[in-house]
């Protein structure tokens, strides 16, 4: 291949509508039918696979037995987690299965058992790309959700506010645009909602407070999906969720004009996603230096952007969680009911050095060591071994063969910069092009060059960029 | 430390930092200091997963505590007495001598408002410093290093032992450091291809601020390295120190502190106090490493003049429930105890009156203390920053403690 102005922005595309160009998966060289194309692969809907486990209360167990049972659902947790992050890198509803990330962080919980969990990102992928409002009331009728914002404990004689809040901070019209009344008054609408032992959906009309309530200047006998409607027809949450899109696909720099056009035009459609997106990715704006290249890869864009780029084996097929711990982002575990803050803080100088020294350990089957802090939130104490997940090593093979049939045209000497227009999506400077070029001298294999340019560009700062 | 032998280090370090200082960092910016340093410094002890503070300062005049703990209670004749009806769980010998010399405060009930029993989310607003409800991406010690610091030798200025930067330092400009061993991080920083690279790096206006973000990041870390090596080199202590990663860490922290590193904040964990289950054996092990550690660790610092411009304070991110549970253990609770150990303490001793347990919430302590008041007080009071710029405002600083 040789790397033209056009396929720079098919890469833009598929780094930031997905997780990456994957080598032999190409897209059309015109944005727009680029966009089409993903547009269509991602009406594909593929969801993760229950847990093989037996959902049983834990809280009615004791000692060794629940020390077990506790076990058993760490581990399945832990291979939802596999499970999604390799269908990140394998799917090819890409732009579904980034919308789904997108999601996770905006309705962010942090759930211990496994069914729930599934079932909850199951709902966000289902709902990803529809119009906002059938996203808004799956999730807000969801058991995790009900459960992580104690929206169980929301009764008639003893209101519960903590789903109120966040529907109205995080999750439509963002802090500032309603009162502590509104939040009493939402809340009151909520009572009721809960979920049964099935984990479904239950509407307890007993627990539920059938009084007039009044909401952001509405007052009426309002339930849940009235706060819900009430909600989609104020056209701030319509702003507050664009820019909240525009900051996670384009650029952490709002321009506020192009946010304002873009919110009109989504209230105006009616919250209608895949458009929103599609004026997004379409934009001239979009493919402008400023904001290619300008994303600090999260610590899951990362890996699955190396997954899918060379085909990575891990030894231990756990190994990429550790790897989400130490480097800041553990799928199904947000910091908190406002996701993961992303941009500049994924970085500090542990963070970079271990990111920078990650790529070629993985890439040349290297033992990384990795220290992890304990969690004792999902690894409850354990009396002999105190430091219990102390150093692990992580280990993964790669598989060059399809990156080297990428460049098979490519002449030597233009070697470096093919491969860094490649691999990185800011431009390289000159003085650093001829370090690169220089390290393959004396290499005679074109097996070895590749992998050795390779190796240096994923350890460059620029390769944490998207 | 004498103001010569700071304006000093100052010159050493601006020299060692020149090194490195690549043109698209001013030079000016290589390594400047903390504006107003007054040479103390602050180091944070986090007891991780919720130490049960009810056996660790225990009420054993308090029949209620007895009664609540069956199996786990601690005989009154073994434990340590100090005043007011308290006494330390019979592993802290080392800091019951560090009270008995008058360094060590003991702070009964700290805690916030509605309280949150999950780990995850109560470490957060002990290091961010937030209210339950309130959701911050920057740490109370990361603020305190963009209230205060200039130039692009702040991330030294706060540093952990560790591999990994917890929440608490970082802040919106500046992000301390984490180093878990001078020399090793020293040689991971000379990879050869990176330095070039750094070195070739220069500020391009058509590049994003990212990169050059990414770059400055790193040859920050290059030259803090460089500087922390340099300084370490020259440590000599006859200090013993106790076995294990704890202690290990304290050391590293007081090689630090006697070498002249000019580091403000020092930050390390001692992990493993979530006793749901056997708890006995598990804390009583944790609480003599944390007992025997800090004592060496004061021992060190006294013998080189250090201990009285350092503060040290160890808390957890939880208390655990009064009643035990069913497997001689304890589940998650709420307010707790902290600890403040130094040289200058204006009130050693017992600082409040022990927690009330015949007025509980829901078979929890009630705090009595806020602890961003405490943050308030070290920050105002023994750093002399700005501590309603790092907190918000509201939170007053508590009269005669440091």
């Known amino acids: ?466 | 430390m004498s103001k010569s032998r700071r304006d000093f280090l100052k010159l050493s370090a601006l020299a060692s930092g020149m090194l490195f200082v690549p043109n698209f960092l001013h030079a000016s910016q290589g390594m400047g200091l903390l504006g107003n340093s007054n040479g103390r410094r602050l180091v944070v002890i986090q007891l991780s997963g919720g130490n049960d503070g009810l056996n660790t300062v225990i009420p054993f005049e308090d029949d209620l505590y007895y009664k609540a703990r069956p199996s786990l209670a601690i005989n009154s004749g073994k434990v340590l007495q100090l005043q007011n009806g308290l006494g330390f769980h019979p592993s802290l010998d080392k800091m019951r001598q560090l009270y008995d010399q008058g360094f060590l405060t003991v702070m009964n009930s700290v805690g916030y408002p509605n309280p949150d029993r999950s780990h995850f989310r109560s470490t957060d607003i002990w290091h961010t410093a937030s209210a339950s409800d309130e959701y911050l991406k920057t740490g109370w010690l990361g603020r305190y290093l963009d209230s205060c610091c200039t130039g692009s030798s702040a991330a030294h200025m706060a540093l952990e032992i560790d591999d990994s930067l917890s929440l608490a330092l970082k802040g919106e400009k500046y992000n301390g450091m984490a180093v878990q061993d001078v020399r090793r991080f020293y040689q991971a920083s000379q990879d050869r291809f990176l330095k070039q690279m750094a070195k070739t790096h220069h500020h391009d206006a058509h590049e994003h601020h990212q990169v050059d973000y990414l770059y400055k990041t790193l040859i920050n870390s290059q030259q803090s390295a460089e500087y922390l090596h340099q300084q370490v080199r020259a440590y000599r202590s006859n200090q013993e120190y106790p076995k294990g990663e704890f202690s290990k860490n304290l050391k590293t922290i007081a090689e630090l502190i006697t070498s002249g590193v000019e580091s403000r904040v020092y930050y390390a964990s001692l992990s493993g106090f979530d006793t749901h289950i056997r708890q006995e054996a598990q804390q009583a092990r944790l609480l003599q490493e944390l007992s025997e550690g800090l004592y060496s660790f004061v021992q060190d610092l006294r013998q080189h003049q250090a201990f009285d411009d350092t503060l040290i304070v160890v808390f957890s991110e939880f208390g655990r429930r009064v009643n035990q549970n069913a497997s001689n253990g304890t589940d998650h609770g709420t307010a707790n105890n902290l600890f403040l150990i130094g040289g200058k303490l204006q009130k050693a001793g017992i600082y409040n009156a022990a927690p009330n347990l015949a007025d509980l919430d829901a078979g929890d302590l009630k705090h009595q203390i806020d602890f961003r008041n405490i943050y308030a007080t070290l920050l105002q009071n023994w750093m002399q920053a700005d501590a309603g710029a790092v907190l918000g405002g509201s939170f007053k600083a508590l009269d005669k403690l440091v």
Not at chain 1, 306 to 323: C, I, S
Not at chain 1, 367 to 385: F, G
């Open chain 1, 1 to 466: 291949m040789t790397i033209t102005l056009d396929t720079l922005k098919t890469q833009h595309l598929q780094w930031r509508a997905g997780f990456g160009p994957m080598p032999g998966q190409d897209l059309p060289s015109r944005i727009p039918q680029a966009v089409k194309q993903l547009l269509k692969e991602s009406k594909q809907l593929q969801p993760l696979p229950a847990p093989d486990l037996n959902l049983q209360n834990i809280n009615n167990l004791q000692g060794e037995a629940r020390a077990a049972a506790a076990k058993m659902q760490r581990e399945a947790l832990q291979d939802l987690n596999c499970q999604w992050l390799n269908q990140m890198s394998t799917s090819k509803a890409q732009l579904r299965e980034k919308m789904t990330l997108f999601w996770h962080g905006h309705f962010a919980c942090r759930l211990r058992y496994p069914g729930v969990v599934q079932v909850q990102n199951n709902t966000l992928r289902k709902y990803a790309l529809s119009p906002f409002p059938e996203l808004l009331t799956a999730i807000s009728k969801d058991p995790g959700m009900l459960q992580f914002l104690n929206n169980q404990q929301n009764r008639k004689q003893r209101p519960n506010e903590n789903f109120a809040r966040e529907l109205l901070e995080l999750f439509t019209l963002g802090r500032g645009h309603y009162t502590e009344n509104d939040i009493r008054e939402a809340a009151r609408a909520f009572t009721g909602w809960g979920y049964n032992v099935q984990g479904e959906f239950v509407f307890r009309a007993r627990q539920h407070d059938t009084g007039s309530k009044t909401f952001m200047g509405k007052t009426g006998n309002f339930n849940g999906d009235d706060i819900l409607q009430i909600l989609i027809e104020n056209p701030r949450t319509a702003i507050f969720i664009t820019q909240k899109i525009y900051t996670f696909f384009v650029s952490e720099k709002v321009n506020e004009d192009h946010v304002n056009e873009l919110s009109k035009w989504f209230y105006s459609s009616g919250y209608n996603m895949e458009g929103l997106l599609e004026k997004v990715f379409t934009a001239d704006w979009f493919y402008t230096s400023e904001v290619m290249g300008s994303h600090i890869k999260s610590p899951v864009e990362l890996l699955v952007g190396m997954q899918r780029m060379f085909g990575l084996e891990y030894t231990d097929k756990r190994a990429p969680l550790v790897l989400q711990r130490v480097l800041g982002q553990v799928l199904f575990q947000p910091p908190n009911v406002s996701g993961w803050a992303g941009g500049l803080t994924w970085i500090d100088s542990s963070s970079l050095a271990f990111r920078l020294r990650m790529g070629q350990a993985l890439l040349q089957d290297a033992a990384l060591e990795v220290a992890l802090k304990p969690d004792d939130d999902s690894e409850p104490s354990k009396p002999v071994q105190r430091r219990a997940d102390g150093l692990r090593v992580v280990q993964a093979r790669a598989d060059f063969q399809k990156f080297i049939q990428e460049m098979v045209k490519v002449p030597e000497h233009k070697l470096a910069e093919e491969m860094s227009l490649f691999l990185l999506q800011v431009p390289l400077q000159k003085q650093k092009l001829a370090i690169l070029q220089q390290s393959i001298v004396g290499k005679t294999s074109r097996e070895e060059k590749i992998t050795t340019l390779a190796l240096h560009l994923v350890s460059l700062p620029e390769y944490q960029l998207s």
